[in-house]
């Protein structure tokens, strides 16, 4: 079966150091989400690319959050400067979107990154 | 209030119950998701429903436009079944991005 696949699975780093996430989409799929996941907050979307261009990144704080597709292939999240309160899984999905909201597909998620920022 | 509401957040059964998890929102939809996260973190689509009801093996989802409110069940439950079962929407006005319920933890004891 194809997968969703993201690197690092985990991640232990200082506060202030980059961090930068990466994630494969299955082939094919043309939109990519990136999900944050915490006990307080529990899933929220940061940003979504649709044929690899940025659709909606408001739940991403500008200042030290980006995401970019450099390929269709590669989807990357940097953080810098990291900070404690960044720690949380940080999870991929991608998906087979059309432009009618009434087609959608699920989406097949990554295993995520668990970060830790001490 | 939370556009996406789950019930109940805690549930413990026995191997064999049958089972069920609530979801409501409050917003217009064009789908709604079902979606498994195992102990280990992975999380899986079970369904993605905007009418009606589908059914995969034990597990079956059911949605009520009209009231906006799904259902998902499982018969014949067993330890495996143990999860984290998360609703979530695809709301009208922005497209596939998803909105989360908080998620039901499911124990199934043998």
């Known amino acids: 079966d194809a997968r969703v696949t993201q690197t690092p699975r985990h991640k232990v780093t200082e506060m202030g150091q980059e961090v930068t996430m990466r994630c494969q989409p299955i082939l094919g799929h043309n939109t990519v989400f990136w999900y944050r996941q915490t006990m307080m907050q529990g899933l929220e979307l940061l940003a979504y690319f649709r044929n690899r261009a940025p659709l909606d990144d408001s739940g991403m704080p500008k200042d030290r959050f980006s995401a970019e597709m450099p390929d269709a292939t590669l989807a990357t999240l940097k953080i810098q400067p990291s900070e404690p309160r960044d720690s949380a899984v940080y999870f991929c999905?991608?998906?087979?979107?059309?432009?009618?909201?009434?087609?959608?597909?699920?989406?097949?998620f990554g295993d995520g990154t668990r970060l830790s920022i001490l | 209030k939370n556009e996406v509401e789950q019930s109940p957040q805690n549930l413990t059964a026995q191997e064999g119950e049958f089972i069920t998890i609530n979801c409501s929102y409050s917003?217009?939809?064009?789908?709604l998701h079902w979606l498994q996260q195992h102990p280990g973190g992975g999380i899986v689509s079970l369904f993605m429903l905007s009418s009606g009801k589908k059914k995969h093996g034990r597990l079956i989802a059911t949605i009520n436009i009209q009231e906006k409110h799904s259902s998902l069940h499982i018969t014949a439950s067993h330890p495996r079944d143990s999860a984290v079962y998360i609703c979530a929407v695809s709301r009208e006005t922005s497209g596939s991005r998803l909105t989360f319920g908080e998620g039901t933890q499911l124990t199934v004891n043998p």
């Open positions: 917003v217009g939809i064009s789908a």
């Open positions: 999905a991608s998906g087979l979107v059309y432009w009618a909201a009434f087609s959608n597909q699920p989406q097949h």
